[in-house]
């Protein structure tokens, strides 16, 4: 199946800071990319869509200036959690769809845990 | 928007079947997915239905019924391995999948 890669997998930081977590499709194509977050024990919540050379598509109550998005390529999208607090502790997941299949499976990065203190 | 509910937690034991039921309201539908995560870690494909039936994959099969807003994941012949939380999400038109809270099973020896 195609392969998500995510960096990084762990990062800890300090409040206030600025974290970039990367995801990318290392042999596929991917216009659309998808963000979660899951906090521990409670399912996926998608975030954002990332949609490729335009603005990225937030999910209701999620603060587009805290978690910027940019999705440059066909292959690379970037989620940035601006000045980070304890409160965005968490598990990032990302996901793309291969443009050339049609089986509708998403394929899920290896996620990445952000831990502020 | 999207409701999807599944049991919490269920155990069972090494070689027995479980079925996980998931079922959901939704305001657009396009294809029920069964995900396995492990703790820590990103989820897995297990299975993918659009129609109405029963897919087989193996140890692992998934039904669907459209009409009735259900469906449910078969785990036979469980192994110690199969513990885990096992995840009903469902597409929608957008390609967007909204996931339930997920179903941790144990296995026991």
């Known amino acids: 199946g195609a392969v998500v890669s995510q960096h990084p997998s762990w990062v800890i930081c300090k409040s206030g800071t600025s974290v970039k977590i990367e995801c990318r499709s290392l042999?596929?194509?991917?216009?659309?990319m998808f963000w979660y977050r899951q906090f521990p024990k409670q399912s996926l919540m998608l975030m954002a869509t990332?949609?490729?050379?335009?603005?990225?598509?937030?999910e209701q109550g999620v603060e587009k200036d805290k978690f910027l998005i940019n999705h440059a390529s066909l292959t690379l999208s970037t989620l940035t959690v601006t000045s980070a607090h304890p409160e965005d502790s968490s598990f990032y997941i990302c996901?793309?769809?291969?443009?050339?299949?049609?089986?509708?499976?998403?394929?899920f990065g290896e996620g990445s845990r952000l831990t502020v203190l | 928007g999207q409701n999807i509910d599944q049991p919490t937690e269920m155990t069972a034991t090494e070689g027995a079947i479980v079925q996980i039921n998931c079922t959901y309201q939704?305001?657009?539908?396009?294809?029920l997915f069964w995900y396995q995560q492990h703790a820590g870690e990103a989820p897995t494909f297990l299975s993918y239905?659009?129609?109405?039936g029963l897919e087989e994959k193996g140890r692992f099969s998934s039904f669907l019924s459209r009409s009735k807003g259900y469906s449910y994941l078969l785990l036979k012949e469980l192994q110690m391995k199969d513990s885990a939380s096992y995840l009903c999400?469902?597409?929608?038109?957008?390609?967007?999948?909204?996931f339930g809270a997920g179903t941790t099973v144990t296995v026991r020896a």
């Open positions: 939704t305001s657009g539908f396009n294809g």
């Open positions: 990332s949609n490729e050379g335009s603005k990225a598509t937030y």
């Open positions: 042999d596929f194509q991917a216009t659309t």
């Open positions: 999400a469902v597409r929608d038109g957008d390609y967007k999948l909204s």
């Open positions: 996901s793309a769809r291969d443009l050339k299949q049609d089986t509708g499976e998403l394929f």
């Open positions: 239905n659009v129609l109405d």
